[in-house]
């Protein structure tokens, strides 16, 4: 069954940044909307970026500006570059397709800001 692998997440301190990985096997990222969603803690899972597969971008309120949601063809992997990042950006971040029904999720990679 296909399997997104996300990768990237640590701990950094307010204003630093990361870089987010996720690949799955066995499919192409080409052919579907994809997104970033995270879960805070105590919350209910959110998108934070999305990525039709035409290339359209849209983000929530809360990163735009400051996270960027990418992909390589080549590598069949999403990134998200996020910048300027805030305590309330903690939270497990995964990958996804951008439309429902969701595949099985993975494990995420958590990213925790504190100073």
């Known amino acids: 069954q296909d399997q997104f692998v996300e990768s990237g997440g640590g701990l950094v301190r307010p204003g630093e940044s990361l870089r987010l990985s996720c690949t799955v096997s066995g499919s192409t990222f080409l052919d579907y909307a994809m997104a970033w969603y995270r879960q805070a803690p105590g919350k209910q899972r959110e998108l934070v970026a999305f990525m039709g597969n035409r290339g359209s971008i849209r983000y929530s309120d809360s990163v735009k500006g400051r996270f960027t949601i990418s992909r390589d063809s080549a590598k069949n992997t999403l990134h998200l570059q996020m910048r300027h990042l805030k305590p309330e950006d903690t939270g497990i971040y995964y990958c996804?397709?951008?439309?429902?029904?969701?595949?099985?999720w993975g494990q995420g990679t958590l990213v925790t800001v504190s100073s």
């Open positions: 996804n397709v951008g439309t429902p029904p969701p595949w099985p």
